[in-house]
């Protein structure tokens, strides 16, 4: 048995971030000790790892706990209610990594257009820029 700062340290992280995981329903302590303590197994050791595992790799709150809704009954689920659930994710990344690109392309742009020199601010085009320009106007032509 694991007491809250014992677990926390295995894992490398804090003891608030177990309670919040508990508050969310991800982790439970198997028991509590007469002091009022709590007390993880080695179940719940496994389970804080697979949570772990599951944020570093960009899922949320609520996506974890659906995968782990299908690991504990995982002989009454199939692969493809996860294979769906990670091909949603994956959608959603790459519309983030596109509108990041577009972002970037139109920074690049925004910081080409300037001189960046000792100039008063008066004239500068990149206030120009943001102050007239729709956000499409800034995108490069190869985009629209």
Do not use: C, V, W
């Given at each position: 048995?694991?007491?809250?700062?014992?677990?926390?340290?295995?894992?490398?992280?804090?003891?608030?971030?177990?309670?919040?995981?508990?508050?969310?329903?991800?982790?439970?302590?198997?028991?509590?000790?007469?002091?009022?303590?709590?007390?993880?197994?080695?179940?719940?050791?496994?389970?804080?790892?697979?949570i772990l595992r599951a944020k570093s790799v960009g899922f949320s709150l609520g996506e974890i706990a659906e995968l782990l809704s299908i690991e504990v009954d995982k002989a009454n689920r199939v692969c493809s209610d996860v294979k769906e659930l990670v091909d949603e994710k994956l959608v959603k990344v790459s519309e983030k990594i596109a509108e990041l690109e577009r972002f970037r392309q139109s920074l690049q742009i925004l910081s080409d257009g300037c001189c960046g020199g000792p100039h008063s601010a008066e004239h500068c085009t990149i206030l120009q820029a943001l102050e007239s320009f729709e956000p499409d106007d800034m995108q490069p032509s190869y985009s629209k």
């Open positions: 048995m694991f007491r809250i700062g014992e677990l926390a340290n295995r894992h490398g992280i804090n003891t608030d971030t177990l309670r919040f995981y508990e508050k969310h329903g991800l982790l439970q302590p198997s028991a509590r000790q007469d002091n009022g303590y709590r007390a993880y197994n080695q179940a719940d050791d496994q389970r804080l790892a697979f």
